[in-house]
């Protein structure tokens, strides 16, 4: 697994310094390690017998994240914004499918990098007034992360109490029919930690 994940970060790299003669390369060359990474990231029971495997696995995709923070941000499409805005997707996709399955520690996501990234996402859903399939991405994430009680501080520090009232409050707006009472069970989540309550 580490074989495929490891140049990952160097494709998108190589994508972020692409000229428009370079882009199909780069394209065709990370579809080809995509599809390997998916298909064994979507297999459950490859994970249920390994944790440290998962919580590596995990991290090492989130820090892909935390790397292209600012396709967040982006509001031109270009080839190359395209291509790295499905790839953030891809990886949210998967680490959401596995965030279940890690074991989280205080200390994660204490990095400002890290906690700049959820910002981003934050900020990103805030501004959003469409269904695009970025906020859908981190939606998803967001809902799966603060179900982990442990990681209600991380929330709590970036903002998102305020941020999530006002997405229940415009969430026919933002989000996708299946994604309706994403804010509601975030906000509930949020909730349960004894300093989410005082909020």
Known sequence: MQEILHPWPEVLAAIDQATDDDELFTLNISRAVL???????????????DHLLVREIFFSCFNILVNHAYIFKTTNSTLRTIFIDSNVRLLMKMITSITSLVKFQNDDFSNIDDQQ???????????????????DGI????????????????????????GVIEWIKTREIKFRDDKLNAPIHILHNLSRHDDGIKQ
């Open 35 to 49: 599809t390997q990474v998916f298909t064994i990231i979507l297999s459950k029971d490859f994970f249920n017998k």
């Open 117 to 135: 990234l959820f910002i981003a996402m934050r900020e990103h859903i805030d501004q959003d007034c469409k269904h695009d399939n970025l906020t």
């Open 139 to 162: 939606i998803s994430l967001i809902w799966n992360l603060s179900d982990r009680t442990i990681l209600v501080p991380l929330f709590l520090n970036t903002d998102y109490v305020y």
